[in-house]
């Protein structure tokens, strides 16, 4: 037996965006059911986001409320996108 173990988790998500620049809000939710041997619902969580560009740099922003027991109750996020140009 080795130190190392194998185990396979199930983490869902999704977000819907909204076509119209006009209002910019997205609705995101992230799951995690734990390992695919004893699935359950250990973290619910949804957000509603938006989208900007500040500095020529992508930036998301969220509040968000998780719906169970292993989930934080209020959350912010925000997630900058740093483009990494490929050296020639």
């Known amino acids: 037996m080795g130190i190392?173990?194998?185990?396979?988790?199930l983490f869902p998500s999704a977000?819907?965006?909204c076509a119209d620049a006009s209002a910019p809000a997205?609705?995101?939710?992230?799951s995690a059911f734990g390992s695919v041997n004893g699935l359950r619902s250990l973290v619910q969580e949804t957000y509603l986001t938006t989208d900007t560009e500040a500095f020529g740099h992508d930036i998301n922003f969220g509040?968000?409320?998780?719906?169970?027991v292993g989930s934080n109750d209020w959350n912010l996020k925000a997630?900058?996108?740093l483009p990494f140009?490929?050296?020639s």
């Open 4 to 9: 190392f173990k194998l185990s396979s988790a």
């Open 15 to 17: 977000a819907i965006d």
């Open 26 to 30: 997205n609705i995101e939710h992230y």
């Open 63 to 68: 509040v968000g409320y998780g719906w169970t």
């Open 79 to 81: 997630i900058l996108n």
């Open 85 to 87: 140009q490929a050296s």
